[in-house]
């Protein structure tokens, strides 16, 4: 079965320090990779999205940048964080030609 | 542009009172429907996918149904371990090879004993 998981699960960064979040998952391979952001009350936002190896789309412009160094492994990173990029954040996964995606544990971000 | 309005935004119900959530959407093309669960602090999880109009999905108390506008999670006779955030999210013709989905905001549900 397919298990995909987070890493930290919680993180308090101060203002301009940097970031990196990983995400891996296990039991498939070549799947689609998603990150999402998560604000209190509101809707999961989409970050970025990948579809293989090194290919990495931005939907929304910000100073976080993904990679996806391995097939199954997915990484959000930030030279120095904003205040306004404390959330909850979601890495997600879908197999090729299957529409559901499937969410790890996420990750809370606290900067201050 | 696609855009999914789910509502109430906030539902308290009593133990074994039914109740139904709605997401409405807007998109080019429907090429799927979704429905998680979400509880505080976890990542979501995946309930029903539905692909047209008058499908239907169960899963213990959850029914889940499509019409060409909407979608409707009904909840029969709720235990509190229902409670939790429910999620409706999209994926339209745009959303191509890279599979995108737009989320409403969730619908949070209380089920007290």
């Known amino acids: 079965s397919q298990t995909i998981h987070q890493w930290p699960a919680t993180l308090v960064q101060p203002v301009g320090s940097p970031l990196s979040l990983e995400c891996t998952v296990e039991g498939t391979s070549n799947p689609n990779l998603y990150w999402y952001r998560q604000a209190a009350g509101r809707g999961l936002q989409l970050l970025f999205y990948?579809?293989?190896?090194?290919?990495i789309s931005s939907e929304v412009p910000q100073n976080l940048s993904a990679s996806r160094p391995q097939d199954r492994q997915f990484i959000l990173s930030s030279k120095k964080l904003l205040l306004s990029d404390s959330g909850f954040y979601l890495c997600?996964?879908?197999?090729?030609?299957?529409?559901?995606?499937?969410f790890g544990p996420g990750t809370r971000l606290t900067v201050t | 542009e696609d855009q999914v309005t789910q509502s109430p935004e906030a539902l308290r119900l009593q133990e074994g009172e039914s109740s139904s959530l709605n997401c409405s959407y807007t998109?080019?093309?429907?090429?799927?429907l979704f429905w998680y669960r979400q509880d505080p602090g976890k990542g979501p999880e995946f309930l029903f996918t539905l692909y047209s109009a008058g499908e239907e999905k169960e899963k213990e108390r959850l029914k889940a149904t499509l019409t060409k506008k909407e979608s409707f999670l009904h909840i029969t006779a709720p235990k509190p371990e229902d409670s939790a955030t429910y999620l409706c999210?999209?994926?339209?013709?745009?959303?191509?090879?890279?599979?995108?989905?737009?989320f409403g905001t969730g619908t949070l549900l209380a089920v007290q004993p």
């Open positions: 999210a999209v994926r339209s013709l745009l959303g191509g090879a890279t599979n995108k989905l737009i």
């Open positions: 997600a996964w879908a197999g090729t030609g299957f529409y559901e995606q499937y």
């Open positions: 998109v080019s093309g429907l090429r799927g």
């Open positions: 990948s579809v293989g190896i090194g290919q």
